[in-house]
């Protein structure tokens, strides 16, 4: 299983980002999958989440401004991120929805918000 996430870099507040997780060594399409983000020191944070039949939920932290998708025949799951925070600073990784510590993780996309 691989995971490999893009689109991260340097924004200003209010800006917007979309970032791109491609997998592989899975069948995709019959997963839920999620977008998490880590910053030093803290734990890996769920951020949002679609299921194989395209429901989503969201981290309240991120309701209306985040927006996730997925396109099955890319096997490749997309975050659209509006309206960003410094707050929103983080490395962003994912997933399958659900997936420990222990599951296998990729590098990860940085997102730094800031002037």
């Known amino acids: 299983v691989q995971f490999v996430e893009s689109g991260g870099g340097l924004v200003q507040p209010g800006g917007s980002l979309r970032l791109s997780c491609a997998a592989s060594?899975?069948?995709?399409?019959?997963?839920?999958m999620g977008w998490y983000r880590q910053v030093p020191g803290k734990e890996r944070e769920f951020v949002a989440g679609?299921?194989?039949?395209?429901?989503?939920n969201y981290a309240d932290s991120v309701q209306g401004r985040f927006t996730i998708s997925r396109d099955n025949a890319k096997n490749t799951v997309y975050l659209q991120m509006n309206s960003l925070k410094p707050e929103d600073t983080a490395v962003y990784h994912c997933?399958?929805?659900?997936?420990?510590?222990?599951?296998?993780w990729g590098q990860g996309t940085q997102v730094t918000v800031s002037h």
């Open positions: 679609i299921t194989s039949g395209g429901g989503t």
């Open positions: 060594g899975i069948s995709f399409r019959i997963y839920a």
């Open positions: 997933n399958v929805l659900g997936a420990g510590p222990a599951a296998s």
